[in-house]
């Protein structure tokens, strides 16, 4: 067993106190180099997060010089050093505002304003980010003071990650996005605080003494428990709602995959809000009667979602309903009026066409070519309820005619701002064999 336990053992790897003082204190100045450093270091974090670039980000963390002061206030506490907590102090406001400064500039002369999934990370904090920061800076502090630092100190950087949030805050304010300035403020807040109680106690746990006649403590134990009880607590309440939306969104496509089936119809999209407790479901082939939804919705406590809202859309479903088809043949038999009242010029035409068999030909390719303009009206009108971006649609039958037999077949070209995912493509042309009643539809997709 106590072979075992030297393998744990610190204290033939540990720096002498002077030694780890000097480092310390050294790391804790914003002046010259190190000041610049950050500047700099700011300025890469945030063309990282405004670019959405998480390479940059990892970049901006690993030469940002903020972790300096933190551990120097952890460490000035532990050895009960007031000086060091003032220089730790001063130096970490005036970095903050410099870093706040910096990224609030950028943010304002950026052209693009647009918040990015970078960002929104930093934004959300919860119990999580206190675990990361503990144990960040545990090992930041067990680096400092080793003589085998190895690479421990980038990596502790980019697990803490404690540049980006002061650059997310930076555009918060830049913006006048108050969500963006709390979340991430608060963020930065979290790694502060845990990465300096790490460090406070990890000195304690290597037992570095306290300075002699150093008076009263330097930062008293009610206050440091205060602030670390006031800092935890709401990312306790932030990690619980995590838990409890995870665990809706896996009850939730549990509920859809199982449930949520209906024959001749395949589902085309899917939202899960665990906030708002909603599911939203769309679905294209044939008609989904309200009998079939309200079996569904009727499922819902049994998987734990007897609060949720269950939406379902019919993105490519055309119209059956009785009263639509009488208002359609009403509509027709007015077009068919005002046609009518052309009178002499249509019915000379009409003796022309009935002349000769290719003339007649000609009337009836005409007429399928109505046909086919008003099937394509009718299907590009569907698809850009679930495709926005499909500009033009041209669907007709056609001909094909082999050394034996004949056969029939439907063509369709669909032409969109951009190239369609391959996925979107299949449920393209799923949809059009149910649509057109067809075994086999050749589909060519075009970009504008």
Request: contains cysteine.
């Amino acid at each position: 067993m106590n072979r075992i336990l030297k393998h744990f053992d610190l204290a033939r790897d540990q720096e002498p106190l002077a030694d780890v003082t000097d480092n310390i204190n050294t790391a804790v100045v914003f002046r010259g180099t190190n000041l610049w450093i950050l500047v700099f270091a700011t300025f890469i974090a945030s063309l990282g997060l405004n670019v959405n670039s998480t390479a940059v980000v990892i970049g901006a963390m690993l030469i940002s010089p903020l972790m300096g002061p933190i551990i120097g206030f952890g460490f000035g506490i532990a050895i009960n050093d007031a000086s060091l907590l003032k220089k730790a102090a001063a130096n970490f406001g005036f970095a903050i505002a410099a870093s706040l400064g910096t990224s609030t500039l950028y943010f304002l002369i950026t052209p693009l304003s647009d918040a990015s999934s970078e960002m929104l990370a930093r934004t959300s904090p919860n119990i999580y980010d206190v675990l990361i920061a503990l144990f960040g800076g545990a090992a930041g502090f067990l680096a400092v003071s080793s003589k085998q630092k190895g690479n421990v100190i980038p990596g502790v950087a980019i697990a803490t990650a404690l540049m980006p949030p002061l650059c997310t805050a930076g555009y918060g304010l830049a913006t006048l996005n108050m969500t963006f300035l709390g979340g991430a403020a608060y963020l930065f807040l979290i790694n502060t605080v845990f990465i300096a109680l790490s460090t406070l106690v990890m000195a304690k746990i290597l037992r570095f003494r306290a300075k002699p006649n150093a008076g009263r403590d330097a930062f008293a134990t009610p206050i440091l428990a205060a602030i670390v009880i006031a800092t935890a607590l709401p990312s306790v309440y932030f990690g619980y709602d995590l838990v409890v939306q995870n665990r809706f969104r896996k009850q939730a496509k549990v509920f859809v995959d199982r449930e949520a089936v209906f024959p001749n119809d395949f589902l085309l999209k899917r939202s899960i809000d665990p906030e708002k407790r909603e599911i939203t479901l769309v679905f294209g082939g044939d008609p989904i009667t309200q009998e079939a939804i309200d079996k569904v919705i009727s499922k819902l406590p049994e998987y734990g979602l007897a609060d949720t809202k269950l939406q379902i859309l019919q993105g490519f479903a055309y119209v059956q309903d009785t009263k639509d088809i009488d208002n359609a043949r009403e509509e027709q038999q007015r077009l068919a009026a005002v046609i009518a009242t052309q009178g002499g010029r249509i019915k000379e035409l009409d003796a022309k066409i009935a002349e000769t068999n290719e003339i007649a030909e000609a009337k009836k390719i005409a007429e399928t070519k109505m046909e086919d303009d008003d099937l394509s009206r009718q299907v590009l009108a569907e698809i850009k309820v679930q495709y926005p971006r499909v500009q033009s649609c041209a669907v007709g039958a056609m001909t094909e005619q082999g050394e034996t037999e004949a056969k029939n077949l439907w063509v369709a070209i669909i032409t969109s701002e951009r190239q369609l995912r391959s996925a979107d493509r299949q449920k393209i042309e799923n949809w059009l064999k149910i649509r057109l009643k067809a075994d086999t539809v050749a589909v060519q997709y075009k970009v504008a």
